[in-house]
């Protein structure tokens, strides 16, 4: 398969992040930045990524909630609501959730529409041709089940109509009353879930389940030097740092802070690209 590198653009990574408050102000320029340099297969890939948002527009809209509009994500409202009257152009998945909704005829009828409409994503997600997209929603959907049952057995609640998908996880925990489920050997990563799960302190816990997201990601694109799992891995990380800038606490802050170094040295080019960098400029 051809592979596309983006020497310019992933040299100049680290220097979107050195000032922190332009960070904070600025995610969205920096996303449109990065669009604008990708090829149009590539920017797809990128998308990917926020079609989360899409789906809790679309949801908000189909149910009437009146939440504010997340325009992170890639369609305008203008766009959803069109599709909604009369579901066209949109990606399948979402095509598919739309009429079953207004035939109020879901395909899963024993799980909310919540759950409906994350199962058809998935089934779009895991369906991708890229294979860290692939692994990455992967782990995404098995964290997402674990933490769902974790939650629901610690409040003595019923899990079996949460589960999103049916791989050997999900499998695993409709089996099993064990503390890891019984999936250490097949999920290794679970442990480090757990331990996080059973730090009492909610921040500490989205901080340990966040740092355990964030080294997959180093780990998955440490040999990826330009190519389009670097930079969709940049906005992974980006999206973290997001989410814990949005924090109005001291701990939030440590944690940007503490981020934003391991980032940057993410990010560091090898030292012959760095000649080669120089020179050409």
Partial sequence: MFT?????????LPDLLLDEGKLKDGIADLRADIESNLHPNDLKLLQTLYLKFD???????LTKSNEAFDHRGIFSIDFLEAEIKEPETILPYLKAFIINFKAENPTFPEISWENELETYFYEYLLSLQNQFLRDWFTLQLNFGNVTTALNCRQHGLSYENEMIGSNFVVTAILRSNARDFGLTQEFPEIELLLNAWENGNMLEREKSVDLLRWQWIDDQTFFDYFTIEKILGFMLHLEILERWLLLDS???ENMVKDLLQKLVKSYQLPEDF???YITRK
């Fill in 55 to 61: 789906n809790k527009n679309l949801l908000n809209l």
């Fill in 250 to 252: 001291k701990e939030g």
């Fill in 274 to 276: 760095k000649l080669q």
């Fill in 4 to 12: 596309r590198n983006y020497y310019y653009l992933v040299a100049g």
